[in-house]
């Protein structure tokens, strides 16, 4: 599960780029936060992951206060990162082996990698090549297949789909479907509109910091996201 | 540290599998191997002449039976540390004549049979370390956070439980047993390449300096180590952090120590070599006026002279060209009372030359200590630069530095030379107790045919003095722990706390 209560964070130049945020995401459900560059989507996943200490208020992982507790906090959770590179000099299966060592999972095998990497649908063939030969789509595959392998109830992604291709995307879509099911809390911030009617179940709209609109699947299947969005963005906030 | 073992196997093969750790591992290892046969082959070269020499010596000093002719020629063998550290012990020189006559100083019997060769026999193991493995350091490290932070791997790394001391520890670990390869495949080279060679003996001693050599090398990488990760932390792409690595590192080594040793040179006065030369000449002139003295005062005047001239004998002393100052012996006297003069003069004069000598050598002494008031005041402006503190580590602990190979060795000259002074002494071979060995035939002889009284007892048919017990010079072998080490533990110590804390502060996200 993942909360925040009035969290706020000021940039030392002055910039707010959040400004008290208060959210609740359940064990099982994916939520979408939507928003346009610079509205305070990445700060939300920053602070979540104490790469940033926010200037107020507070986030929880699973009860967790990320700031008090950071490296209990980090058991519970994992993150894809928009356009990670990762090791160029490993291969996916020793990137995969060194990510899983650290997120705990020292006994697996070369075996479970090679699940793991076909899960997130990377060929077989790219298992034991270096990761500087790879594309953008597959090292993102890659970096979803880390996330993954952690098995953290939390899954946070900043821009996943970026640099994927359809197909890729679609595959994506299926596997956060997946974890969903087993009770995973699913956070990404994107821009992907469509993504998010295929696949959220709560969707959240930030602008300059604050966070201007939530509805559930129910209501934004309703009406057309798409519209809503763009609304929001042309509207002043006060 | 639940992550330490993880991070630091990682971050050791992403260094070694890096290209640019493949390519200065065989640079260094290029230089290594040229610089190790230019250093070798100038061993060799010096070794021929010190064997030569001592041959030489030992024939001299067999010769030796009389407090004038006792030369003894201290050789100083080349040592096979300087291959790591050159430091003085090539260039201060490798003889000390011990004698009654010539001051201890160092001398150069040899010169370079090979001109092409001298161009590179300065350039020893501890200068590639401290030019290329130093570099090698800096760009290793440099760009590792930066680069991580750029590509948002650091992120990946710190979403998991892993504290920002376990990958600061791994890092530099990592770093160090990277950089230690190369070092010490060098050593490994140079040394089998040492071992082979049939004219080099090494000992135990050898063996242990050479361990802490290497020690010091990997505590002086360490330093570009925290420097390189420190500006890996404080800059904002990979780019840039080779080239503040780049630009801090020439500072360090090549900008700075020159600019000291510069400015000191220009700062701090040093009395000239050719102030020494007239205060040395000084000296030799008032002595030479106290010879003038005493003959004028104690030749038995009134006496016949001879119409040939008598050279002086052995008494004297070479002066700073190598010429004799000859006493004026157009004399007219019997046999007995030129012997009875030169030994006479022999007993007034040696303790007035030994006086002498003894302001020469202070005049000496003077000289180097204000060489040296110099060198330390560089010193301690260059106190926290690490490639002069390795260097004057690995001097110290190879036994050629300035202080051992040049300072020590001429006190130590100059304690022996005492200790045979005061051997002849006992021997009575200053006074009138070596004249009197001459068969008692002569002082009674009374002819004035002087030239058949020398020619019968000439110099070389004198009665000998027996010399055969005469101490040995025995060079101590000086080993302190060098201060310079203490330093650079120091200085590793503050910069393991400074990078410490700026790995707390760590940003993670990139800007």
């Not at chain 1, 490296?71 to 995969?96: I, P």
């Amino acid at each position: 599960m993942l909360q925040t209560q009035n969290l706020t964070k000021r940039y030392e130049d002055g910039n707010l780029a959040l400004d008290s945020l208060n959210l609740e995401i359940k064990e099982g459900e994916i939520f979408f936060l939507l928003g346009a560059n610079g509205a305070g989507k990445t700060t939300t996943i920053n602070l979540f992951l104490n790469f940033i200490e926010p200037t107020s208020g507070t986030a929880f992982i699973n009860g967790i206060d990320v700031n008090k507790d950071p490296l209990d906090s980090k058991k519970h959770v994992s993150f894809v990162s928009e356009n990670v590179m990762l090791y160029g000099n490993f291969s996916a299966r020793q990137n995969l082996d060194f990510f899983a060592k650290l997120g705990g999972k020292a006994n697996l095998t070369k075996a479970d990698y090679y699940t793991m990497l076909r899960k997130v649908g990377l060929q077989d063939d790219f298992f034991e090549k270096k990761l500087k030969t790879f594309s953008k789509g597959m090292r993102q595959k890659v970096g979803l297949a880390i996330a993954l392998i952690k098995d953290a109830t939390n899954i946070l992604l900043d821009e996943p789909t970026s640099g994927l291709d359809p197909k890729a995307a679609a595959e994506l879509i299926v596997l956060l479907k997946e974890q969903r099911n087993q009770g995973k809390t699913i956070f990404m911030c994107t821009h992907d509109i469509f993504r998010a009617k295929e696949l959220a179940d709560r969707v959240g709209i930030m602008k300059e910091g604050r966070l201007v609109m939530v509805k559930n699947r129910d209501e934004f299947l309703k009406e057309d996201l798409e519209k809503v969005y763009l609304d929001y963005m042309q509207e002043v906030v006060i | 540290m639940k992550n330490f073992k993880i991070l630091l196997i990682h971050e050791f093969l992403q260094q070694v599998k890096s290209f640019k750790f493949t390519l200065m591992v065989a640079l260094s290892l290029i230089v290594t191997v040229f610089t190790v046969y230019v250093q070798v082959t100038d061993f060799k070269e010096r070794f021929q002449n010190y064997e030569a020499e001592t041959l030489k010596a030992s024939d001299e000093a067999m010769k030796a039976g009389t407090f004038a002719e006792l030369h003894v020629p201290v050789i100083i063998p080349p040592n096979p540390l300087s291959i790591f550290s050159k430091g003085f012990d090539e260039k201060a020189g490798n003889k000390i004549t011990i004698s009654v006559e010539d001051l201890p100083e160092l001398e150069i019997v040899a010169q370079k049979n090979n001109p092409f060769m001298a161009i590179f026999v300065n350039f020893d193991i501890t200068s590639i370390i401290k030019i290329i493995l130093s570099l090698m350091a800096i760009f290793l490290i440099a760009d590792t956070i930066a680069g991580e932070r750029e590509e948002q791997t650091l992120k990946v790394i710190f979403i998991n439980r892993v504290t920002r001391l376990e990958f600061f520890m791994a890092k530099y670990s990592a770093a160090l047993v990277a950089i230690s390869i190369p070092l010490f495949i060098m050593f490994l080279f140079s040394s089998l390449y040492i071992t082979l060679q049939p004219f080099i003996q090494l000992s135990t001693i050898f063996w242990i300096k050479l361990l802490l050599i290497f020690l010091s090398s990997l505590g002086f990488l360490s330093v570009f180590i925290f420097i390189g990760l420190w500006i890996s932390i404080k800059t904002p792409s990979s780019a840039q952090a080779m080239i503040y690595g780049l630009l801090v590192w020439m500072v360090i080594v090549f900008i700075y120590p020159r600019l000291v040793t510069y400015t000191v040179s220009k700062v701090v006065d040093v009395p000239s070599s050719e102030k020494l030369k007239t205060d040395i000449d000084r000296i030799y002139n008032e002595f030479g006026d106290k010879l003038v003295e005493d003959h004028e005062k104690n030749y038995p005047k009134g006496k016949l002279y001879f119409n040939n001239t008598i050279e002086s004998s052995k008494i004297g002393f070479m002066n700073k060209d190598n010429w004799w100052i000859s006493l004026p012996y157009k004399v007219g006297i019997t046999s007995k009372f030129k012997l009875e003069f030169d030994a006479g003069q022999v007993k007034r004069m040696i303790p007035v030359l030994l006086e002498y000598q003894n302001r020469m050598m202070d005049t000496y002494n003077n000289y180097r200590n204000n060489q040296l008031k110099q060198k330390k005041i560089a010193s301690w402006l260059q106190v926290f630069i690490p490639g002069f503190l390795l260097d004057e580590t690995a001097k110290s602990i190879a036994g050629t530095s300035y202080d051992i190979r040049v300072l020590s060795l001429l006190k130590k000259a100059r304690q022996n030379r005492s200790i045979y002074i005061n051997y002849i002494k006992s021997k009575n071979g200053f006074g009138p107790k070596y004249f009197t060995q001459i068969p008692q035939d002569i002082w009674s002889d009374n002819s004035k045919d002087y030239n058949s009284v020398i020619d019968k007892y000439s110099w070389d048919n004198y009665p000998r003095l027996n010399l055969t017990d005469i101490p040995k010079f025995q060079p101590v072998e000086k080993f302190k722990v060098p201060l310079e080490l203490f330093f650079m533990l120091l200085i590793n110590l503050v910069l393991l706390l400074i990078v410490n804390k700026a790995f707390i502060s760590l940003r993670v996200e990139k800007n």
